[in-house]
């Protein structure tokens, strides 16, 4: 089983500054299969990234994702009020077919 | 607009059984995998189980397996999880989501309801 690690636990950002939060997985992972969500307090996960990099419909282009093999990382280029939530990455594996969440990034203003 | 609707969600004893549903609407609901994911009082999402879109195929988590079944209804756009020999550690919001289909190769879970609360509790 492909285990998701997410860094950091919890990352304290301000309004305008980039955020950068990681996934690392225990062994390497198919590029078509990693995507990252965002969930709001009280809502319900939204995807924003599928595919390492493939914005999802309506995602704004201040969400980018990036990596290959083991590492991958979602990138807001620039903060707004809304962002702050937490983040989940998950993987995919096809044999036996398991889809796999991260423990979550909490991303809170500073 | 794609919209799923859970429902059946409720307080059951440690062992009882509970079954919950999804209403799609929106879109082509018999073209789509369907899956459901559940999420622990204040925890992560954790993946439950997906049903191909002509209930052909189906895989579970193994948290889950032998004991919930996963079934749906394409002339209903009814996605449901019959949930059998319930524990406490089964207590959360349980949702269910659309698979992603972008033409290609990708894996993951487009859209989803807001979840219905299964508390497992005597």
């Known amino acids: 089983e492909i285990v998701l690690t997410q860094s950091p636990g919890t990352l304290s950002l301000s309004p305008g500054e980039r955020a950068t939060l990681s996934c690392r997985a225990s062994?390497?992972?198919?590029?078509?299969?990693l995507a990252w969500f965002q969930q709001r307090p009280g809502q319900a996960p939204r995807l924003l990234i599928y595919?390492?990099?493939s914005r999802a419909t309506d995602i704004p282009d201040r969400f980018s994702g990036s990596g290959s093999g083991t590492d991958f990382t979602l990138t807001i280029s620039r903060l707004e009020p809304e962002d702050f939530a937490v983040y989940y990455c998950q993987q995919y594996v096809k044999s036996p077919v398991m889809y796999t969440f991260g423990q979550g990034t909490q991303l809170e203003i500073k | 607009q794609v919209q799923l609707v859970e429902s059946g969600g409720d307080v059951v004893q440690p062992g009882r059984s509970l079954r919950l549903s999804c209403t799609g609407s929106g879109f082509t609901f018999r073209a789509h995998a369907m899956h459901w994911v559940r999420q622990a009082p204040g925890k992560g999402l954790e993946w439950v189980a997906i049903?191909?879109?002509?209930?052909?195929?189906?895989y579970y988590a193994d948290s889950v397996k032998g004991r919930f079944t996963i079934s749906r209804d394409n002339s209903k756009n009814t996605l449901y999880l019959q949930m059998n020999s319930l524990r406490a550690e089964d207590t959360a919001v349980y949702y269910c989501?659309?698979?992603?289909?972008?033409?290609?190769?990708?894996?993951?879970?487009?859209?989803w309801g807001q979840g219905t609360l299964v508390t497992v509790s005597s």
């Open positions: 989501a659309r698979d992603l289909y972008c033409g290609g190769d990708c894996y993951s879970l487009d859209h």
């Open positions: 062994q390497s992972v198919s590029s078509s299969s």
């Open positions: 595919g390492v990099s």
């Open positions: 049903l191909s879109y002509d209930a052909m195929n189906q």
